[in-house]
């Protein structure tokens, strides 16, 4: 039976308007030519161009100055050779800064493959609301993405009540203090499939624990060695490096609104892009709670899955996931423990769903098939739509599956609540499909999502319309719940 779904007035559209003030370096040579220019302008003409541009973009950008003095730092060695060691004025610093800044729209392409969770802070609502915590893939020029954050409330009726959205929007302060445990380190490198003569000469250096600073001086110490300059050494180094800055703390200033916060890729390894975090709210042993996040990392060759973690969504750390497992896309963590281990869906080869068990958060070794494409709708392949949620039946996982002419559709599948491997029912029909006015986007006939949530008896799906916006849907419970048990 296709199950009544009802589809919310809200919907979230990309805007153009919400830029960031980035690093902006056309290489060393230009860069160089550039700073010559700028140091051969007169004192004044550079204080009253200075103030021009503070004129046009302090209202744009939270401290706009912090950001051009930052971006001064980055090149000031190139400063340094071409002024001959000659006192530079405040003034000119930041006028340097200001030539590599610029600025770039997050959302100019797209807007869409949200997840979901219950905000921390549930004060001040009315009886039969709660608030709620939005993530979203912002998509921008090159096809960069990143993570952005909404609020939202959803009321007594199931309406999804968007809140405002700040105009100044920022990138996290960045944090090298995480120490790296060697073993730990090595299985990774591993499971990348690093010959163990590139990675040993780096290791070899290190102690049992050590820090960002020192394993980049190591593989600096590697690349310069003798005989250690062809290409295949020399990419193994590179990852070497690239798994070292996948470990990041971002902070971002307190006085800053949730909607104006993105994580930008921090890292070169991870520079075309951030794609598709999906949320948990965890339930550890104490009863206490922390925020997971799972989305996978691309540098235009590779992807890396990587968990994101944050209690107040204002200090955040960033680790990769390794073990034989942590390989694809498609991570959704459980909500708690399931008989003493951390639970995970995957879908390990790119077409069946998979459940994962370990006693280590970080390391994901072994893998279970769930599930494979049954019906004609999802032929091609399935996988999750987000995190599972428990309800009293079992757990209650929404799922997207593919089939002809690449068109996405969302399902369902109900799990054991005790034994998670056993499915003991799955939707035959889709539960959402695209309508004729969600199909045209960046990529067509497309309804995806990142997760789900429970809120007055009434599953909130939102979700992602052809890659471009995001809208939400409702079904109700006990109807979805009955379908999904008469179709075991």
Not at 363 to 382: D, M, T
Not at 474 to 484: F, I
Request: aromatic share 12%; with cysteine; charged share 25%.
């Amino acid at each position: 039976m296709k199950l009544p779904v009802e589809r919310k007035a809200t919907v979230i559209y990309p805007d153009n308007n919400r830029v960031i003030a980035r690093f902006f370096y056309n290489g060393e040579e230009r860069a160089r030519k550039l700073i010559s220019r700028v140091i051969a302008m007169p004192e004044d003409e550079a204080e009253i161009l200075l103030h021009q541009i503070l004129r046009e973009f302090s209202m744009r950008h939270r401290s706009i100055t912090k950001i051009f003095k930052n971006n001064y730092l980055k090149v000031k060695h190139l400063v340094d050779d071409a002024n001959r060691g000659r006192k530079i004025s405040e003034w000119r610093k930041l006028l340097i800064g200001s030539y590599f800044t610029m600025e770039y729209a997050l959302e100019s392409a797209a807007l869409f493959n949200p997840s979901i969770v219950e905000d921390y802070d549930q004060s001040g609502l009315q009886e039969g609301q709660k608030r709620v915590i939005i993530s979203l893939r912002a998509t921008g020029e090159g096809h960069i993405s990143s993570l952005i954050f909404r609020r939202a409330i959803l009321n007594e009726r199931n309406e999804v009540l968007m809140q405002k959205v700040g105009d100044q929007i920022g990138e996290a302060e960045l944090i090298k203090s995480h120490l790296y445990d060697k073993e730990d380190f090595v299985s990774k490198l591993k499971d990348m499939q690093i010959a163990r003569e590139h990675y040993e000469m780096v290791l070899e250096q290190l102690p049992q624990e050590f820090n960002y600073d020192q394993i980049r001086e190591a593989v600096e110490v590697a690349k310069n060695l003798n005989g250690y300059r062809l290409m295949e050494q020399q990419k193994a180094l590179d990852e070497i490096f690239w798994l070292a800055d996948s470990h990041t703390e971002i902070h971002f200033s307190y006085d800053t609104d949730l909607s104006e916060r993105v994580i930008f890729p921090i890292s070169k390894f991870e520079r075309n892009g951030i794609e598709d975090a999906r949320f948990v709210k965890f339930r550890d042993g104490n009863g206490e709670y922390i925020y997971y996040g799972i989305y996978t990392a691309y540098d235009g060759y590779t992807i890396l899955p990587k968990m994101i973690e944050t209690k107040d969504f204002y200090n955040f750390k960033i680790f990769p996931l390794h073990g034989l497992y942590a390989i694809d896309k498609n991570m959704a963590l459980f909500p708690r423990k399931i008989n003493g281990k951390y639970a995970m869906i995957s879908r390990v080869d790119g077409v069946n769903n998979y459940i994962m068990f370990s006693d280590n958060l970080h390391k994901w070794s072994e893998a279970i098939l769930l599930s494979e494409p049954v019906y004609n709708w999802e032929l091609v392949q399935i996988g999750n739509g987000g995190s599972p949620i428990e309800t009293e039946k079992g757990w209650l996982l929404i799922t997207h599956g593919v089939g002809p002419v690449r068109k996405y559709c969302l399902g369902a599948c109900l799990l054991d609540r005790d034994d998670p491997t056993r499915v003991i029912g799955r939707l035959k029909e889709p539960l959402l499909l695209p309508s004729e006015d969600e199909r045209a986007g960046y990529v067509p006939n497309v309804v995806y999502t990142c997760g789900a949530f429970i809120h007055n008896n009434q599953l909130i799906i939102p979700y992602a319309m052809s890659d471009y916006a995001t809208s939400f849907a409702g079904v109700d419970m006990d109807l979805l719940l009955r379908e999904l048990l008469n179709h075991e």
